[in-house]
């Protein structure tokens, strides 16, 4: 008796997980001094522009986090 295997090949993509937002965070390399967290880029930048005016620090480790999933291209 011999089995065969069927492939399928069926066409995916990667998309944002609906149910949840984007997060930007920034974290000072020198000091370690954290942004607040927010849904928009712009905060965070600012936060960083006053963090180095205050301290002159100017390398900043900059996050974006989001949750994905893979579905069905249709």
Do not use: N, Q, W
Not at 1 to 10: C, D, E, L, P, Q
Not at 33 to 39: E, F, V, Y
Not at 48 to 54: D, K, M, N, V
């Amino acid at each position: 008796m011999s089995v065969r295997t069927a492939m399928r090949y069926v066409m995916h993509r990667i998309t944002e997980h609906p149910d949840t937002g984007v997060t930007f965070e920034a974290e000072c390399l020198h000091c370690g001094g954290k942004s607040t967290p927010a849904g928009d880029s712009a905060p965070v930048d600012t936060a960083c522009l006053s963090h180095t005016g205050r301290s002159g620090h100017a390398g900043f480790r900059r996050t974006r986090t989001s949750f994905a999933m893979v579905v069905r291209a249709e």
